[in-house]
């Protein structure tokens, strides 16, 4: 029965994700939803995106292993990002025509940094869209009782993102997420309430968490922890903000008020409800403390649907798996579109340059479907990596590569071409080589990557001009305000 009613919420969503695909006219629509959605689905759609199967499952899984130090990546990191782009980017950005995050590299920098860019943003979605899906076949191999494997659950998952998201772009997913976010916050916290009488109050729970010492934050007061504590805090913090996902959000704002505090309202929602997962899986050492402690050793990613599904009533069954699967498909659609419209309008157009509106539309659903099939190869392929793990790792490409041209094209005139092509060489070169050699268990990677990076940057800028500025003509739908 659970897992009918799991099947009919997933053809609800479908449903209305195709019902929302009506509004999709142009390529606009489905890129940005024309920049019609108001504030209210800014904040609903950003906070939905981030709020995915990494939060509701790897983060608990982290922080029961390793304490608040060990998530500071996410959740810390992460809604500090959106804080961010809603106080610094998300104003000057909205201000430009224009449909992708690369689209901004092209117009600043030239068609080299915008193709680069475009690749490692791309790069970077694999992990983060493979860890939805690597949840997504969780879920249908704990409701089936194991009949149905990982790789089939995750086929049937992709399958249900893909109905909607591949017709209906940004439009279905906003519409979606403002949905999904609803039933996500609800059914999490009433599952907080009902799981907190189990252990006996929420005092018992915290008191629980406090005697694991779960609440410390700071590392230890050496150079070594010091230095990986900082990367793993930026590593989203910064390496999310050239993302197309956060870009996307911004754009479809119906006003720079919108844009700017959607982001920043979304951000610190997520900052405060990622707390309640933590809170659940703690509740489960003291509800079922023995499979609670074997679950820790083999896979705590299990511990919360092994919660659910043991010591709770089908009523709470039903809100959990509804809640979880929201957060997944949210993510999961944003971050099946995001690549894909990136792709068709910053890589394909260059071979096809006069396609019309009406052909490029038709790319981008193209994408989309080429892109999920992809996705999930590798997911399937990474079988047995931590969700966590898997989204961390994403956001490391576009930190070291894409940020700091970003962030000295908005915020330094003398940025140029040259500075961007050697920021992005010193961190994708340095990042590797402290990947690929002892040195990076010294010194974190993306971290030499990122100060490589501003190196590049300024080093490139201020000396002597070898490579030419060669910024493209403005094309009709994509230029930037005077």
Same mark, same amino acid.
Not at 44 to 56: I, L
Not at 83 to 107: C, H, N, P
Not at 306 to 323: D, H, R, S
């Given at each position: 029965?659970?897992?009918?009613?799991?099947?009919? !919420?997933?053809?609800?969503?479908?449903?209305? #994700?195709?019902? *929302?695909?009506?509004?999709?006219?142009?390529?606009?629509?489905?890129?940005?939803?024309?920049?019609?959605?108001?504030?209210?689905?800014?904040?609903?759609?950003?906070?939905? %995106?981030?709020?995915?199967?990494?939060?509701?499952?790897?983060?608990? *899984?982290?922080?029961?292993?390793?304490?608040?130090?060990?998530?500071?990546?996410?959740?810390?990191?992460?809604?500090?990002?959106?804080?961010?782009?809603?106080?610094?980017?998300?104003?000057?950005?909205?201000?430009?025509?224009?449909?992708?995050?690369?689209?901004?590299?092209?117009?600043?920098?030239?068609?080299?940094?915008?193709?680069?860019? %475009?690749?490692?943003?791309?790069?970077? !979605?694999?992990?983060?869209?493979?860890?939805?899906?690597?949840?997504?076949?969780?879920?249908?191999?704990?409701?089936?009782?194991?009949?149905?494997?990982?790789?089939?659950?995750?086929?049937?998952?992709?399958?249900?993102?893909?109905?909607?998201?591949?017709?209906?772009?940004?439009?279905?997913?906003?519409?979606?997420?403002?949905?999904?976010?609803?039933?996500?916050?609800?059914?999490?916290?009433?599952?907080?309430?009902?799981?907190?009488?189990?252990?006996?109050?929420?005092?018992?729970?915290?008191?629980? =968490? =406090?005697?694991?010492?779960?609440?410390?934050?700071?590392?230890?007061?050496?150079?070594?922890?010091?230095?990986?504590?900082?990367?793993?805090?930026?590593?989203?913090?910064?390496?999310?903000?050239?993302?197309?996902?956060?870009?996307?959000?911004?754009?479809?704002?119906?006003?720079?008020?919108?844009?700017? /505090?959607?982001?920043?309202?979304?951000?610190?929602?997520?900052?405060?409800?990622?707390?309640?997962?933590?809170?659940?899986?703690?509740? =489960?050492?003291?509800?079922?403390?023995?499979?609670?402690?074997?679950?820790?050793?083999?896979?705590?990613?299990?511990?919360?649907?092994? /919660?659910?599904?043991?010591?709770?009533?089908?009523?709470?069954?039903?809100?959990?798996?509804?809640?979880?699967?929201?957060?997944?498909?949210? %993510?999961?659609?944003?971050?099946?579109?995001?690549?894909?419209? &990136?792709? &068709?309008?910053?890589?394909?157009?260059?071979?096809?340059?006069?396609? @019309?509106?009406?052909?490029?539309?038709?790319?981008?659903?193209?994408?989309?479907?080429?892109?999920?099939?992809?996705?999930?190869?590798? =997911?399937?392929?990474?079988?047995?990596?931590?969700?966590?793990?898997?989204?961390?790792?994403?956001?490391?490409?576009?930190?070291?590569?894409?940020?700091?041209?970003?962030?000295?094209?908005?915020?330094?005139?003398?940025?140029?071409?040259?500075?961007?092509?050697? @920021?992005?060489?010193?961190?994708?070169?340095?990042? /590797?080589?402290?990947?690929?050699?002892?040195? #990076?268990?010294?010194?974190?990677?993306?971290?030499?990557?990122?100060? *490589?990076?501003?190196?590049?940057?300024?080093?490139?800028?201020?000396?002597?001009?070898?490579?030419?500025?060669?910024? @493209?003509?403005?094309?009709?739908?994509?230029?930037?305000?005077?």
């Amino acid at each position: 029965m659970l897992l009918f009613l799991v099947i009919v !919420y997933l053809l609800v969503t479908i449903a209305i #994700g195709l019902l *929302a695909a009506r509004r999709v006219k142009n390529s606009s629509d489905f890129a940005i939803a024309g920049r019609h959605l108001p504030l209210v689905m800014i904040v609903t759609t950003t906070f939905a %995106t981030w709020f995915g199967s990494e939060t509701v499952l790897g983060i608990p *899984a982290k922080f029961v292993n390793t304490g608040l130090n060990g998530v500071v990546e996410d959740p810390f990191g992460a809604g500090v990002c959106l804080i961010l782009v809603g106080l610094f980017f998300a104003s000057k950005l909205y201000q430009m025509t224009l449909l992708t995050i690369a689209d901004y590299y092209r117009e600043r920098y030239g068609k080299y940094v915008e193709v680069v860019c %475009t690749v490692i943003i791309m790069i970077s !979605y694999l992990g983060w869209v493979s860890a939805q899906v690597s949840a997504l076949g969780l879920v249908f191999n704990v409701l089936s009782d194991g009949a149905i494997g990982m790789p089939l659950g995750m086929c049937i998952g992709v399958v249900s993102i893909l109905a909607y998201t591949l017709f209906g772009g940004m439009w279905s997913v906003a519409i979606t997420d403002f949905i999904q976010m609803i039933i996500l916050v609800v059914g999490l916290s009433v599952l907080a309430v009902f799981s907190s009488d189990l252990a006996g109050g929420a005092d018992k729970v915290l008191a629980l =968490a =406090a005697s694991r010492d779960m609440f410390h934050f700071l590392p230890p007061p050496n150079w070594h922890d010091i230095l990986f504590f900082i990367a793993s805090g930026v590593t989203i913090m910064f390496g999310s903000i050239p993302q197309q996902d956060v870009f996307q959000r911004v754009m479809s704002a119906n006003s720079v008020r919108s844009a700017t /505090l959607g982001p920043v309202i979304g951000g610190v929602c997520y900052l405060l409800f990622a707390f309640v997962p933590m809170f659940l899986v703690v509740s =489960a050492l003291i509800i079922m403390p023995e499979q609670a402690e074997q679950l820790i050793k083999e896979d705590p990613q299990r511990i919360l649907p092994t /919660l659910v599904m043991q010591k709770m009533p089908f009523v709470m069954q039903v809100i959990f798996f509804g809640a979880l699967l929201s957060a997944i498909k949210s %993510t999961a659609s944003a971050t099946l579109l995001a690549p894909s419209v &990136t792709f &068709t309008e910053n890589i394909w157009r260059q071979f096809h340059p006069h396609m @019309s509106d009406r052909q490029e539309l038709k790319a981008m659903r193209v994408t989309v479907l080429l892109f999920s099939i992809l996705v999930l190869l590798y =997911a399937i392929s990474m079988q047995g990596t931590s969700i966590y793990e898997m989204v961390s790792g994403a956001y490391q490409v576009p930190l070291v590569g894409a940020f700091v041209p970003l962030l000295f094209g908005l915020y330094w005139p003398r940025a140029n071409t040259q500075g961007a092509v050697l @920021s992005m060489g010193f961190g994708l070169l340095t990042w /590797l080589v402290l990947l690929a050699t002892p040195f #990076g268990e010294e010194f974190p990677a993306q971290l030499g990557g990122l100060l *490589a990076a501003l190196l590049g940057m300024i080093l490139g800028s201020l000396g002597p001009q070898i490579i030419p500025n060669s910024r @493209s003509a403005h094309r009709p739908h994509v230029g930037m305000d005077a």
